[in-house]
């Protein structure tokens, strides 16, 4: 797999994960709802701000143990691959909706976008996602660790303000569409799980077959 085809992979990972109705999605609404597109907005940086800091420790992580520990990076391939499959699972399996959004009243943009930031940072699935996930693209055969880290993490900041973006824009008429058209919302939940399933599949593979 070239570097290219991996950075491809992983987007299309991303975006399926990032566009599943969650508590970061939900988050974004309540604040376009209640206070606006641009306390939504805020709410997107300050996820955005949490991602950040997410695929740094990520990068940090695996260039840690590629460095001093090369005989555990597969190890912990495989067992992050394990896990990343048990999620995809966990989503097939699932139905995923969207029901009333809290409306806590108006917030400043500065609150929004520290209540964001502190939402992203403080989801323990987070963790354990970047620490199942970053090790299946991020490779000492690409090059340098924190180059790779740095794409991944600016892709994901880019893809978060895209949809994330896109909602607070149009919070309203995206509420109606989520909540009136259950059957798609869950339907996108799975196809993101079966992509989950596949992309653990292809990197235990690519593992198993290139050393670290």
């Given amino acids: 797999?070239?570097?290219?085809?991996?950075?491809?992979?992983?987007?299309?990972?991303?975006?399926?994960?990032?566009?599943v109705p969650g508590m970061d999605m939900l988050f974004v609404l309540a604040n376009s709802l209640t206070g606006g597109r641009r306390t939504g907005m805020a709410a997107t940086a300050g996820i955005m701000a949490g991602g950040a800091v997410h695929s740094l420790y990520g990068a940090i992580g695996v260039g840690i143990l590629a460095t001093l520990l090369p005989t555990l990076f597969n190890p912990l391939l495989f067992a992050g691959a394990a896990y990343m499959a048990w999620i995809g699972y966990s989503l097939v399996r699932s139905s995923i909706v969207v029901g009333a959004v809290d409306a806590a009243g108006a917030r400043s943009g500065w609150r929004a976008f520290r209540q964001g930031a502190?939402?992203?940072l403080m989801n323990p699935k987070?963790?354990?996602?970047?620490l199942a996930v970053y090790p299946q693209f991020l490779k000492p055969t690409y090059g340098p660790i924190w180059v790779q880290g740095l794409v991944m993490g600016l892709m994901t900041?880019?893809?978060?303000?895209?949809?994330?973006?896109?909602?607070?824009?149009?919070?309203?008429r995206s509420r109606a569409l989520l909540i009136s058209n259950p059957q798609t919302t869950i339907l996108v939940g799975r196809i993101a799980g079966g992509l989950l399933i596949v992309v653990s599949l292809l990197t235990a593979w690519h593992g198993w077959r290139v050393p670290a």
């Fill in 1 to 19: 797999m070239t570097y290219s085809e991996n950075l491809w992979l992983y987007f299309t990972l991303l975006f399926g994960i990032i566009i």
């Fill in 118 to 120: 502190a939402t992203c």
């Fill in 126 to 130: 987070a963790y354990l996602f970047m």
């Fill in 157 to 172: 900041m880019a893809t978060q303000a895209a949809i994330y973006g896109t909602l607070a824009l149009t919070a309203a």
